[in-house]
């Protein structure tokens, strides 16, 4: 099928995709809108048919992205009652998401990272709908420990630091991994799972023993 | 004292600080030496008189900001034989030094973050030199974990996954750390160390028990 009769959902999906990929290896500013309708195959004026300016076209790239990942988060976790294994399945599928991502675009992703460079090119408008986005990630995690300490099973002097701990592991594992590396993406996730599990469940140290209110 | 007596070595320190915050704040492209001079309260010659083009001010920052990084870290655990305390001790300097450095920047700093956009600036013999000075600090968490593995303090599947997990943890702290919330410097640098500890000495889950070798 040529650019000509590809039907109109499809073509926008795959001016998504490519600019995507161009903006995370070229980055956002040297990114041209004729280099995107270059790559894609078709005319600048066939692209601004679909998306009025660049900017557009990056903010339904990003809602999109996040909307999925918060998406396939959700569904993992469904049905799954039990602090323990939720918060563990939760790191699983997002280190998962996070380094099967990296892998096919060949670039870094990451919710927060790819953003703080990303969002600057943004409306402060669009900036704060896009960080909405990413805080139901942020909040869900939250709500597993909030669960998990209530219920004793969880230990933490504050569930931020731990939420973020849990994130930061899971999130900048696309930093490190090397796909042509002795580690499968399935081996790094199941790795984020146990520490997740084990940052929250693990024992208060006398240290923090004696400073807890 | 004024611009035109400043002793030299005073005066480079001047343009170092200034260069890194301007950078950190409006991105390298967009900072121009002429900017740079006037922030420090110099002319553009005479910071040519220092250093020879933007290139050199940005890799010289760098240079010195990591290895600072890497000596604080060596004096934090210098004399702690014991891989639990010396994990523990490592992870709280580490986001110690973070979390104060984002605080003293206003501007969110790290050793990879800030890396991954400004060393796009360097050339490549330089983003090597670069690297290497950050490899160091890898390579010292990773000794500690194999340390610990060896003696039987530690349990992962592999040292590298427990090793990243260690340095995503408090690394990223920086990123969603916000001075004016109700945790302090030392509250998260705290927990960052309880969750390395965590991390590496928690018990194998039967899960990844029977995936063992």
Chains 1, 2 share one sequence.
Not at 25 to 52: C, S
Not at 142 to 166: N, Q
Request: proline content about 3%; aromatic content about 8%; overall charge negative.
């Amino acid at each position: 099928m040529n650019a000509s009769n590809r039907p109109d959902s499809e073509t926008r999906e795959m001016i998504l995709r490519t600019a995507a990929t161009l903006f995370f290896e070229r980055g956002y500013a040297k990114t041209k809108v004729m280099d995107i309708a270059r790559a894609v195959g078709i005319t600048p004026a066939a692209l601004y048919w679909h998306f009025a300016s660049k900017e557009d076209v990056l903010f339904e790239y990003l809602q999109g992205a996040i909307e999925t990942f918060n998406e396939r988060i959700r569904e993992a976790i469904e049905g799954i009652e039990d602090p323990v294994d939720r918060l563990r399945t939760l790191a699983i599928a997002h280190t998962t998401l996070q380094l099967e991502f990296r892998d096919q675009a060949q670039a870094v992703h990451s919710l927060t990272y790819a953003s703080a460079e990303l969002l600057s090119a943004l409306s402060p408008e669009r900036t704060t709908l896009v960080n909405q986005r990413i805080r139901v990630h942020v909040d869900r995690i939250k709500e597993i420990v909030v669960a998990g300490m209530a219920a004793g099973l969880f230990h933490a002097r504050d569930a931020s630091t731990l939420t973020f701990a849990v994130l930061n592991v899971c999130e900048y594992s696309a930093l490190w991994f090397r796909p042509e590396g002795a580690l499968s993406i399935r081996d790094v996730a199941l790795a984020n799972g146990e520490f997740a599990v084990r940052m929250a469940t693990g024992s208060m140290s006398p240290e923090q023993d004696g400073e807890a209110v």
